[in-house]
């Protein structure tokens, strides 16, 4: 299965607990640009994660953040990341996150995961 940057940038994150001062690109993962979007999406993942934790919490109505599962926290963080950067169309960069969502975690997740970011996308504008 050929990756792009969004499944590649899941994976690390996922991979090293959303502890994103632990995060490493693996380079020969990804061709060039799809390695230069993926980086792009890690650091602004860091430099905004006290805002887009803050959309977490703001938009997962009756759910403490420690109650989302692993998969819900990575896509949300990510995809919120992504909407900040806004260089894909939202609903472009909701329905990937989504799919990734569903692929490693449930519907229900995936649902979760729609809603807040449908909520985050409309926040931004």
Known sequence: MIKDFRT???????????????VEIIKNKLAENQLLRCNQLIENTKNNSERILNSIETYSKNWSYNRIGKVEKCTLTLG???????????????SEWVKLT???????GAKFVNGILNSVSKEIE
């Open 80 to 94: 919120i990341s992504e909407l900040i950067m806004n260089l894909t169309p939202k609903k472009v960069i909701i």
């Open 102 to 108: 569903d692929i490693h975690s449930s519907q229900s």
């Open 8 to 22: 590649v940038s899941f994976e690390t994150i996922f991979d090293a607990n959303l502890n994103f001062e632990k």
